[in-house]
């Protein structure tokens, strides 16, 4: 039975369900492989897992946890800018189309 997948967040090391981790991958196109966000988990190749929240992306970075788990060097450098960025997503569109402050102004 595969109904519960334990995976392992490489920054904390605790082993855990696979829904309560975000999935990384390496992109395969240029030669110093980024680390790439996996947003759909459904990405072929080895992957790489972390919990969803900074400490543990940013624990993984520093160890270069990403590195060992794919064995191979690997440019991690935009692993938090881009846990960040998907951060922001759900809260902040809402906020980017209001251009309708009806201000009084004369
Ligand atoms: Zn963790």
């Known amino acids: ?3 519960h997948q334990q995976r392992t967040c ?3 090391r605790t082993s855990t369900d ?3 981790l975000i999935r ?3 992109n395969d196109d240029a030669p110093p492989r980024a680390v790439l966000l996996d947003v759909h988990s459904n990405a072929s ?3 790489a897992w972390t919990h969803e929240n900074e400490k543990c992306v940013r624990q993984a970075v520093q160890r270069r946890a990403f590195a ?3 064995r191979a060097p690997v ?3 935009t692993v938090l800018a881009q846990f960040t ?3 922001d997503r759900p809260g902040a569109s809402r906020l980017s189309g209001n251009h309708d402050e009806s201000g009084s102004e004369i």
């Open 85 to 87: 960025a998907r951060e």
């Open 10 to 12: 490489i920054g904390c």
């Open 45 to 47: 190749g080895r992957g």
């Open 18 to 20: 696979r829904k309560e």
């Open 68 to 70: 060992r788990a794919f």
């Open 24 to 26: 990384w991958v390496l």
């Open 1 to 3: 039975m595969k109904l």
């Open 75 to 77: 440019d991690d450098a």
